[in-house]
């Protein structure tokens, strides 16, 4: 069982930056996902980044990319967010799994963080 922390959100204004960590323990696969997700209030829940734990490969959603990069080191990723915008206000999540679907689907996560929050202010 992979057991994943979060943490490093915080308030930042408009056009700053954030760095998130999350913590990934117990997975001895390394065709593991690791996906940052984040939900809003009164919103659904959204795929953000991913990264494949075996060969670091990175992907994007359209509304992140360009800004964010995630990116690992052994067991740790992370999430460097760059000219945050009011719209990424929400509670990210890490989240691991192997998944055999779409990378992008939250079902294919089996193990979830608490959640980090980050707030951006106009």
């Known amino acids: 069982q992979v057991n994943v922390v979060e943490s490093g959100g915080g308030s930042v204004p408009a056009g700053g930056s954030l760095r998130l960590s999350c913590v990934a323990n117990?997975?001895?696969?390394?065709?593991?996902?690791i996906g940052w997700f984040r939900q809003a209030p009164g919103k659904e829940r959204e795929g953000v980044a991913f990264?494949?734990?075996?060969?670091?490969s990175p992907y994007y959603a359209a509304s992140v990319s360009g800004r964010f990069t995630i990116s690992r080191a052994k067991n740790m990723v992370y999430l460097q967010m760059n000219n945050l915008k009011p719209d990424d206000t929400a509670m990210y999540y890490c989240a691991a799994g192997i998944v055999a679907g779409p990378i992008t689907s939250a079902s294919e996560y089996k193990s979830w963080g608490q959640g980090t929050q980050v707030t951006v202010t106009s």
């Open positions: 117990g997975y001895t696969y390394s065709s593991v996902h």
């Open positions: 990264i494949y734990m075996a060969d670091g």
